[in-house]
């Protein structure tokens, strides 16, 4: 068993996945799968505050969406946050921040994420997990736009995401 500092049991007993999640998808299924099996619980915690990018499903949508597909994952919680993701974490004293990276491209943002959670506060780290092979290409945006042009993506969402990618989508 690891220890910390003060010969405590490590601090990787929960692990914080944030994202916006519009919408969940297999591949975050996948990390949300294997963060459960490294951390005694993983919060996954949707953003009210999307930087910008205009939603496609609403906040309580994606919150529902994502409780709907995580749900057979005992040591799973979904909550909703508002502001900035390191706050959240240390506020709620989450050590661990997870996120994923799909490919290269990835890196080079999420580690300036990550370096700038740092300098807002040491007491979270961010560590990175890479999604399965078969997900690597999956992204919401993408899942987005097949879905709005009327391509088929029951291969990248739960059936309940696909049904309300066509609700949405006047598909």
């Known amino acids: 068993m690891l220890r910390g500092r003060k010969g405590d ?23 949300v799968r294997r963060a459960a099996r490294l951390f005694e619980t993983v919060v996954v ?8 990018k205009v939603p496609m499903f609403t906040f309580d949508e994606r919150v529902a969406m994502a ?18 993701t390191v706050e959240h974490a240390r506020k709620h004293g989450h050590q661990v921040i997870i996120r994923g990276l799909r ?6 943002y999420e580690f300036q994420l990550a370096n700038m959670n740092r300098a807002l ?3 979270v780290e961010t560590v990175f997990l890479t ?9 919401s945006t993408l899942v987005r736009e097949v879905a709005s042009l009327g391509g088929d993506v ?5 059936p309940k995401v696909k049904r309300a990618l066509d ?4 598909v």
């Open 45 to 52: 915690s949707i953003a009210r505050d999307t930087g910008g």
């Open 67 to 84: 409780e709907d597909a995580l749900a057979e994952y005992e040591n799973v919680d979904v909550r909703g946050y508002s502001g900035l």
């Open 103 to 108: 490919a290269v491209s990835d890196f080079e």
């Open 9 to 31: 049991v490590s601090h990787m007993r929960i692990g914080l996945y944030p994202g916006t999640f519009d919408p969940i998808t297999l591949g975050h299924e996948d990390l």
């Open 154 to 158: 029951s291969g990248f969402v739960s």
């Open 131 to 139: 999604p399965t092979d078969k997900y690597t290409y999956i992204s």
């Open 121 to 123: 506060t040491e007491e």
């Open 167 to 170: 609700r949405a989508t006047g």
